[in-house]
């Protein structure tokens, strides 16, 4: 069983569909969970993160941990053809500690 | 703010020989990291100093790759001899200092074709 699993898609959605990613995890050590999205022959970019349990959200990205399940999640609303790239889940044990990605979610938003 | 600079955007080479890439991080971050990411696939560390000392490489292939970090700013990863499956994306990242690991500034990579 891998670390960090994601499904890669392709996933294609209308422009203004609410949009929701997913990511399972096996090791429960992790406290740290982020998103990050990537455009085709660009760096990841930093998205979001969040700490231990709980909901984020920032703007139109909401962000979702459930550690009882091992399971992440998240969510884009009013997406738009901008928002088209692979998006990768992300998480580690401490703040010091390595980052393990998931193999990433491919996005299309049709206009 | 400048973001973190690499070089060469692209590099095609033939097995066996050898190949560095050069990264630039975000001035004033103390850590750096090294990544690979093959297609269709997450980045993995290969890996991480802070300020100019190891913190981690313990998936870095030492019998073929190396990297350095002098004076605490910029970094090179060498490989050699290269090997086909080295064949890849090789992103360095910056963060201000270790305990903000989940905040990392990825540089635009460099695509390595090994044929």
């Known amino acids: 069983q891998k670390e960090v699993e994601q499904d890669p898609g392709p996933l294609s959605v209308p422009e203004g569909a609410i949009v929701s990613l997913n990511c399972t995890y096996s090791?429960?050590?992790?406290?740290?969970f982020m998103w990050y999205r990537q455009y085709s022959r660009k760096g990841p970019e930093l998205l979001m993160y969040t700490y231990s349990s709980g909901n984020k959200e920032d703007g139109r990205f909401t962000a979702q941990v459930d550690k009882s399940s091992k399971y992440i999640s998240l969510f884009i609303r009013d997406s738009q053809p901008s928002d088209s790239a692979t998006y990768l889940c992300?998480?580690?044990?401490?703040?010091?500690?390595?980052?393990?990605f998931g193999p990433g979610t491919s996005l299309s938003v049709i206009p | 703010e400048a973001g973190v600079a690499q070089s060469p955007r692209y590099k095609i080479i033939e097995k066996r020989q050898s190949v560095a890439f050069w990264c630039n991080p975000i001035?004033?971050?103390?850590?750096l990291y090294w990544y690979q990411q093959i297609l269709g696939q997450g980045p993995k560390l290969l890996i991480q100093?802070?300020?100019?000392?190891?913190?981690?490489d313990s998936q870095l292939p030492k019998d073929r790759f190396s990297a350095e970090r002098l004076k605490g700013v910029d970094s090179t990863l060498k490989i050699q001899p290269a090997k086909l499956e080295d064949s890849a994306v090789y992103l360095c990242?910056?963060?201000?200092?270790?305990?903000?690991?989940?905040?990392?500034?990825f540089g635009p990579g460099t695509r390595l074709t090994v044929t």
């Open positions: 992300a998480m580690s044990e401490t703040s010091y500690d390595k980052v393990i």
């Open positions: 100093f802070q300020n100019n000392g190891v913190v981690d």
């Open positions: 090791n429960s050590a992790f406290q740290y």
């Open positions: 990242a910056s963060s201000p200092w270790a305990p903000t690991g989940y905040e990392q500034y």
């Open positions: 001035s004033g971050h103390a850590t």
